[in-house]
């Protein structure tokens, strides 16, 4: 079984900083493409930042300049640094990741999700 397991929300006032990191851990071959999602009160999930096995980046265009996407591959972890941080970036914050388990085939994984409260 894989599991990936959230951690660094909170709650913190606008211009202020977060690190959000995601580690998988379980019968994992690879992993592949990893990423972030968030979903904010009344909206959709959307994507916020994913990263490919080779290192490319991929972000909303709200979050660009902003937030940045890194990962550890001998940690199975991904991370999500977010800088100046706007009301608008409350949501939670979900971990993705395809991976290749123990049955051979690539799976998209989630994690149970992590709140970020943007407030003064």
């Known amino acids: 079984q894989v599991q990936l397991v959230e951690s660094g929300g909170g709650l913190v006032q606008p211009g202020g900083s977060l690190r959000l990191s995601c580690a998988a851990s379980?019968?994992?071959?690879?992993?592949?493409?990893m990423g972030w999602y968030r979903q904010g009160p009344g909206k959709e999930r959307e994507l916020v930042a994913a990263?490919?096995?080779?290192?490319?980046?991929n972000f909303a265009d709200s979050v660009k300049g902003r937030f940045t996407i890194s990962r550890d591959n001998a940690k199975k972890s991904v991370y999500l640094q977010m800088n100046d941080l706007k009301p608008e970036d409350t949501a939670v914050y979900y971990c993705?990741?395809?991976?290749?388990?123990?049955?051979?085939?690539?799976?998209?994984?989630w994690g149970k999700g992590t709140l970020v409260t943007v407030s003064s």
């Open positions: 379980g019968s994992i071959i690879s992993i592949n493409d």
């Open positions: 993705n990741a395809r991976i290749r388990d123990h049955s051979w085939t690539i799976v998209a994984y």
């Open positions: 990263i490919t096995g080779g290192g490319s980046t």
